[in-house]
Nanobody, 111 residues
């Protein structure tokens, strides 16, 4: 089955930017990839999705216009570009295809 490894999380100041990477391996017959996040004490929530073949994306209102999901299919990677980060964006971020998840990468937005 496909495996996901998230990376790129770090401490960043409010208003800053960060790019997360999702590296896929194993079975790569994955049509759609989603980014989810889980903030401390909260349920895991959807961030956005991307169709790998077309690059079409969708986002939840909380990140719309600030976050961008993209793909590099030759490298079997999916990215989450995060701009104008806010403290409420602090969470562990995961990539998935609906059933299989990575271990997540922590993003902390604080001054």
């Amino acid at each position: 089955q496909v495996q996901f490894v998230e990376s790129g999380g770090s401490l960043v100041q409010p208003g800053g930017s960060l790019r997360l990477s999702c590296t896929m391996s194993g079975s790569l017959k994955v049509a759609n990839v989603a980014w989810h996040r889980q903030a401390p004490g909260k349920q895991r929530e959807l961030v956005g999705t991307i169709i790998r073949t077309t690059g079409r994306t969708s986002y939840v209102e909380a990140v719309k216009s600030r976050f961008t999901i993209s793909t590099d299919n030759a490298k079997n990677m999916v990215y989450l570009q995060m701009n104008d980060l806010k403290p409420d964006d602090t969470a562990v971020y995961y990539c998935d295809e609906g059933r299989i998840w990575g271990r997540g990468t922590l993003v902390t937005v604080s001054s």
